[in-house]
């Protein structure tokens, strides 16, 4: 159900949680339903969007850093980034778009 909602917050006419190289609800969809069979608590539904906004402000994920207090679900997204997504950039390369 959470993934629906996701969809309507994260789409047209609210935020669209897209950016010119990542298609970034489409690949948080695909993780949670390949990789994440937990439940949504509160955090983790209240970090998303808090995640997001940063991640449309900086695709290539400098802001985020092992150290800091994001659920486990968002470092195991960016891991999944970086190795699925990515082909293994660091989180914090910025991504060749040459």
Do not use: C, H
């Not at 309507?8 to 010119?20: A, D, N």
């Not at 970090?47 to 207090?69: C, G, I, N, P, R």
């Amino acid at each position: 159900m959470a993934t629906e909602y996701w969809r309507l917050l994260f789409t047209s006419p609210s935020l669209e949680w897209t950016s010119q190289n990542t298609p970034w609800l489409e690949w948080w969809i695909e993780f949670l339903q390949e990789k994440y069979k937990k439940s949504v608590n509160k955090d983790m539904w209240d970090q998303t969007l808090v995640f997001a906004e940063k991640t449309l402000a900086d695709e290539a994920l400098s802001f985020w850093s092992e150290d800091s207090a994001w659920p486990g679900v968002i470092d195991e997204f960016v891991e999944y980034i970086k190795t699925d997504k990515r082909g293994g950039q660091n989180a914090g390369d910025a991504m060749d778009t040459a």
